[in-house]
Structures are given as structure tokens and as C-alpha cells.
């Protein structure tokens, strides 16, 4: 995981994201036949990056599923895919010298999805994404400066969603992955709960032989 820290020192310099909180008052547009199952969030070597305010697992765990379900829950196609995610190491920016020193908060996720129907995953490697922080008349000058704590992984776990539809919009066009252009639109029938899912979101072995959905 030390393999991390020249990452988010990288991702420092990065442009800013697009903000995933604003992206969220569009109406939300079919991913294929995507439902979402399950969103499995784990942290289980995080990595804090250099100069980074603390924030622990757990509340990363939190903040990463609270972005998934706002972002997420708005698709109703008719075949349940899960989301694993994993979180493996943030910067959040501490107040700097605006104009001169503004760091940037960062996040780095792998994700991975799993179609319940068929019981597999969809990708075998997880998919690694770093976001940072939406620019903005408050980070101008470094989120550091104006915004909390709490705010700052708040935004991070937004635009990491909005990061993750765009991953998965681009697999579904190029791999098929959801369904046709149409597949999105909902039948008659209402779609069966997904079974139960468990396990971390870069393991191989889980989650375990996911149920079947609709």
C-alpha cells in the first residue's frame, strides 16, 4: 500500500473533478438494464496521504455508501448488478497559503461489479479511480481553507460516483455490460430483491455466488 502515497501526491497536481453533487439534480438516465443490487464499501488497508487531515476507515466507509445509494438507487432498469467497492487511500486538504499553497483533497477507490444473474463478476480486475475535489469559489483557494472535514469527503465520495457511472456508461457501450439502448426502460413486471451479497470489493472469492434478481 506505500505504492500509494506517490499517487496521491501525483493526483495533488491533477485538475480539479466534475462535481458530483451538482451532476445529481439532472434527471438520472438509464445505464442499460442496470439495478443496483448491493454497494459494498470496504477500507481494509486505507492509505493516508502526505499533509491529508485524519478521517478514519469507517467513516470513509460511510461517506463512500451514502454517494453510492444517492447516485445509484435513481436507475430502475430490470436486472440487479452489485457494486464492490474498496477504498485505498485520500488526502484531505489542510488550510495552506491561498493563492501560493492550496493542496487538493484526493480519493482513490478499485471498484468492482457483479451481475447477479449470472453469479460473476463483470470485471476480474478491479477498476482503479482517483478523483479530487470539484472546483469551485470556495477550493480556489484550497478546500483546506473553506470547507470542513466532513465536507471535503463528502464532495470526494460524490464526484467518486459520478466517476464510477461514467466507468461503467463507457463498459456498457463498448463491452455490453447492461443491456442495449432500450434495455434501460422497465417492464410490467416489478424486479424480484436481490439476494445477499458479501465480501470485499477486490477479492476474488466474494462476494459469494450472489443471489438471483429479477
Known amino acids: 500500500m506505500l505504492r500509494l502515497i506517490p499517487v496521491l501526491v501525483l493526483a495533488l497536481g491533477l485538475s480539479a473533478c466534475a462535481n458530483g453533487q451538482t451532476d445529481l439534480q439532472k434527471p438520472a438516465e438509464p445505464i442499460g438494464d442496470f439495478k443496483l443490487g448491493h454497494a459494498i464499501v470496504v477500507a481494509p488497508n486505507i492509505v493516508e496521504g502526505p499533509v491529508s487531515r485524519n478521517a478514519t476507515a469507517e467513516e470513509w466507509i460511510a461517506s463512500v455508501d451514502t454517494a453510492l445509494e444517492e447516485r445509484f438507487r435513481r436507475q430502475d432498469g430490470d ?103 432500450d434495455a434501460g426502460k422497465r417492464s410490467s413486471e416489478e424486479a424480484s430483491e436481490p439476494a445477499e451479497v458479501a465480501g470485499s470489493a477486490d477479492s476474488p472469492q466474494a462476494p459469494a455466488a450472489p443471489g438471483r434478481g429479477a
Not at 477507490?109 to 449470472?118: G, L, N
Not at 479511480?129 to 483546506?144: C, H, P
Not at 460524490?158 to 456498457?172: G, H, V
Open 79 to 181: 436486472k440487479f448488478y452489485h457494486l464492490g467497492v474498496s477504498v485505498e487511500g485520500f488526502v484531505l486538504a489542510q488550510p495552506g497559503i491561498p493563492l501560493v499553497f492550496s493542496p487538493k483533497s484526493a480519493l482513490i477507490v478499485r471498484v468492482t461489479a457483479w451481475d447477479d444473474a449470472a453469479q460473476k463478476k463483470l470485471n476480474d480486475t478491479p477498476e482503479e479511480i482517483t478523483v479530487l475535489e470539484s472546483f469551485s469559489a470556495e477550493t480556489v483557494v484550497g478546500s483546506g481553507v473553506t470547507q470542513s472535514r466532513e465536507q471535503q469527503m463528502r464532495n470526494l465520495s460524490a464526484n467518486m460516483a459520478l466517476q464510477i457511472e461514467k466507468w461503467m456508461r463507457r463498459m456498457q457501450k463498448n463491452e455490453g455490460w447492461f443491456g442495449g439502448p
